[in-house]
């Protein structure tokens, strides 16, 4: 099914038109991207009782209501209804085959999902069953579509199996899985907990990305790129502790933020997501377009597309309400997706020469934006 823009369909960043145009999603969580339906039908079938309801309808407000908390321990909250569900095999494909499908019917060319393998293993099954349901589930979405998606495993940083789950991210990388994450509570789990997963990785010249500068400073984005080895940041959007404005509006970059843009360190950054999570007040206050306008590596991503009520789709159009965001600014976002992905360099350049430039032509043409 093709989903971009052909014939005279093009004019100004609308959400149909959007939703054609090819987008790319580094940060996704699929324990946050649930149907609610699906959540429903599962639990009734492997006798999960701990649903809010078993109206969709009300579960998706119930879902919304509960991450929109402006915490993110409060968030994570939500995660013990879909991790619920998803303790066996056959759930786990069932939702990671939707996973894929919904990406494809919304225009992603390429996405990354990450998930925490340990999280699914309460009913017997184990870590490389988990990741074997992921991947088959997600090829049988993506297959026939313009998608071509990839694994991230995760460990959980308030536990102490990264270097189990790094193991098995590695053993799995011919199949599917492209890196390594940590994620959960950061306030007070530094990611160089986890030093040993992360030198295991780096010892087999594993894909790294680390979520840090979420709801912990600095300092955690200088653990995750110093001591650990982050070649992307989950969120990082906290650098901007590390910028100083003058008097007269000048921005100065302290060392570490000077090292990120310099070394196009990615920031995969939710916007979304960082309201739910009290992060900023409302997308018109993120610093997401600070952080463009001093050229540091930007991508944009969902997170968790349920608890958050949002596409890769809803995501830019946010983004061109608030700041005026044009064609020309929504490719850019979306190269720098792709040229950060974990991809093998000539995949990269294949989807974004043969897919995402071709497809922003006509509208970018309309446009008549000044390049960007």
Sequence with gaps: METHITGPDVGPPTLERIRRAPKVVLHDHLDGGLRPTTIIELADEIGYSGLPTIDADELSKWMLRGADRKDLTLYLETFAHTVGVMQ?????????????????????????????????????????????????????????????????????????????????????????????????????????????????????????????????????????????????????????????TGPDGERTLGRLAQFLRDTRTPLEVCPTSNVNTGVVDRIEDHPIDELIQLRFRVTINTDNRLMSGVSMSSEMLALVDAFGYGWGRLRWLTVNAMKSSFLPFRERLQIIEQIIKPRYAPLEAWSDEPPV
């Excluded at 992921?134 to 998606?149: I, M, P, Q």
């Design 88 to 244: 066996t095999s056959e759930s786990i494909h069932r939702v990671s085959r939707e996973c894929a499908e919904d990406l494809a019917a919304d225009g992603v060319v390429y996405a990354e999902i990450r998930f925490a393998p340990e999280l699914h293993t309460e009913r017997g099954l184990s870590i490389d069953d988990v990741i074997e349901a992921v991947v088959a589930g997600l090829d049988e979405g993506s297959h026939g579509t313009d998608l071509t998606v990839r694994v991230l495993c995760s460990a959980m940083r308030h536990l102490d199996r990264g270097l189990e789950i790094a193991q098995a991210a590695v053993r799995w990388r011919d199949q599917g899985v492209v890196g390594f994450d940590i994620a959960g509570p950061e306030d007070g789990f530094p990611p160089d907990d986890h030093l040993l997963a992360f030198q295991f990785c780096q010892r087999h010249n594993f894909h790294i990305t680390i979520h840090a500068g979420e709801a912990y400073g600095p300092r955690s984005i200088w653990k995750a790129v110093q001591f650990c080895g982050a070649e992307r940041l989950g969120h990082g959007i906290r650098i901007m502790e590390d910028i100083e």
